[in-house]
């Protein structure tokens, strides 16, 4: 059936450049994605289905842009056409562009800084004091970004971005941290239009969950996972649900607050004002048994001792919970907990998984794996400058 003329006047056809514009994203994608190992013309003709006259011109392109480089690959050595030449392999130019990424909590602020391939080059750790307010944490992220860019000395035109992953709920279409109450003043707080006023650079905001989880999934140890719900320990508790490596955001742009569902309306209280909520429990668990509050949380991590594992059973019981609502809505082929130290978060994993198989029901019909990993700040780095990454190649 043809449009009808408002239809017709509302439909606007592609260009021929903006098709060329598209394709050359497309193979872009994809050379940057196959890292080190790079792609040939051939194999990049069968991943899109373009003709292989239309890949040549766009690596040629690319080429002469200075965006990849030509490689010979070992495996590749064997291999000669009818005229004896060796498939040549392109991956991305190092340095052609760069991506700034930053990570930050109550606790502390890392930055790090990538070249084109993804491999960081510049990383940062600085300690935020409990009383900082909104606007110094802005000041200090965008002192700490000029001071990584004139130590490594880098053109501000080759500089694509600045990627931030905030702590709390973030509005990822206004931009906003709505609302994060462990750091006075951030609340629907415009944090990435404060810094692009400061640096003349693009900034992408997200929540640090949930680039902290991209990551993972990207560049973890995962191993072949279609889906993953990934819970963060550390001064508080979150999550986020990554579906074909995409972050699940609500229909208004804001990420999960995974540690403020309430397991109990008269549980104890929460720092968002509530009570009840899951990062209540676990976080008034630690202070119970430690005091001073090191635990998974905060920056510090004690031993998983014996003299943890009551605490460790407690919190595995909250969290088994967590963990049985998520897989009733999201129905992840995995779970990863995040904590500060490898064997309290495998740990950790491993007494929610008992505790999962003590209480299964009708409802729970394929068991989740259960994994746990150390915090990497490079990897949350990394996520965060992702952000920047991702928006310039879609």
Not at 110 to 115: A, N, P, T, V, Y
Not at 312 to 336: E, G, H, I, N
């Amino acid at each position: 059936m043809l449009p009808n003329k408002a239809m017709a006047h509302s439909i606007s056809p592609l260009r021929s450049a903006d098709v060329r514009r598209r394709n050359e994203k497309i193979v872009l994608r994809l050379i940057h994605s196959s890292r080190e190992r790079g792609l040939s013309q051939s194999e990049v003709v069968i991943a899109t289905g373009l003709k292989p006259p239309t890949i040549f011109r766009i690596f040629s392109y690319l080429d002469e842009a200075g965006y990849i480089e030509p490689l010979l690959r070992v495996e590749d050595e064997a291999r000669q056409d009818k005229k004896g030449r060796r498939p040549l392999a392109y991956r991305a130019r190092r340095a052609v562009f760069y991506t700034i990424g930053v990570e930050f909590w109550v606790e502390r602020l890392s930055l790090g800084i990538f070249d084109f391939q993804g491999q960081s080059i510049y990383s940062r750790l600085m300690p935020l004091e409990q009383l900082e307010d909104a606007t110094s944490v802005t000041d200090l992220i965008a002192f700490l970004v000029e001071e990584g860019i004139a130590a490594l000395n880098l053109p501000r035109d080759r500089i694509l971005g600045l990627g931030i992953g905030a702590p709390g709920q973030v509005n990822v279409g206004s931009r906003e941290v709505a609302s994060y109450p462990r750091i006075a003043g951030m609340k629907d707080f415009p944090i990435a239009a404060l810094l692009e006023a400061k640096l003349g650079i693009a900034v992408s905001l997200h929540n640090n969950c949930s680039v902290i989880a991209q990551s993972e999934f990207r560049y973890g140890a995962l191993g072949d996972e279609d889906s993953m719900f990934m819970f963060l320990l550390r001064s508080g508790v979150n999550g986020a649900f990554v579906e074909g490596g995409r972050v699940f955001l609500s229909p208004r742009g804001t990420t999960i607050e995974m540690g403020h569902i309430s397991i109990d309306f008269d549980g104890p209280r929460c720092v968002c004002g509530a009570r009840g909520c899951l990062e209540a429990f676990i976080t008034s668990l630690d202070r119970e048994n430690l005091g001073a509050g090191k635990w998974l949380f905060e920056g510090q991590c004690a031993d998983a001792d014996s003299g943890s594992a009551a605490m460790l059973d407690k919190a595995a019981t909250y969290l088994a919970a967590a963990v049985q609502t998520v897989s009733r809505l999201f129905r992840p082929s995995s779970f990863l907990f995040v904590a500060c130290s490898e064997a309290v978060a495998s740990d950790l994993a491993r007494r929610v998984g008992e505790r999962l198989r003590s209480a299964r029901s009708s409802f729970d019909v394929v068991e989740p794996r259960l994994l746990g990993r150390a915090y990497d700040e490079v990897l949350a780095q990394r996520g965060a400058a992702d952000l920047v990454m991702d928006h310039f190649l879609s």
